[in-house]
Structures are given as C-alpha cells and as structure tokens.
C-alpha cells in the first residue's frame, strides 16, 4: 500500500511539473516574481518534503541492515 502511495504521488508531481497552463501567464507575484517561477518555487519545496518524508517512513532499513551483517559491521538504531 505505501509503495502505490508513493507512486502514485510521483507521477503526480511528474504531471504538475509540466505546467503548461502558466507558459502564457504574465502575472506576477508579490508585484515581482513571475507566476511560473512562483508556482516552481512552491513545486521544489512540495516535492522536497515529499522525498523527506519517502525516506523517514518508505526507507529500507531490512535490506540496509542485512547488507551491514553481511559487511560485518554493527548497526545502531
């Protein structure tokens, strides 16, 4: 189920990237700051913590663990 979320997720973030509807867009921001390199500002942050968030909960620390025993290493939670 969290692998399908995450998926999910990414292609959606795949999609949003492509904002086609603000190419024409000449509105600005704040006064200053083009809508498009606004709503890419906002994307980076969204898809930031996306990946955060992929990796505190979706990581695989069985197979990371298991390579470290293979290395011989010891491993702290």
Known sequence: M????IVAVFIALAVL???????DNDNFVFGWLPVGLA???GFSIVAAIFWA???KFAWPTKLEKW???EEGKITTP
């Open 53 to 55: 968030l992929v990796v």
């Open 67 to 69: 390579a470290n025993e």
């Open 39 to 41: 709503y890419h500002a």
């Open 17 to 23: 990237h492509q904002d086609f509807w603000n190419w």
């Open 2 to 5: 969290k692998k399908a979320i």
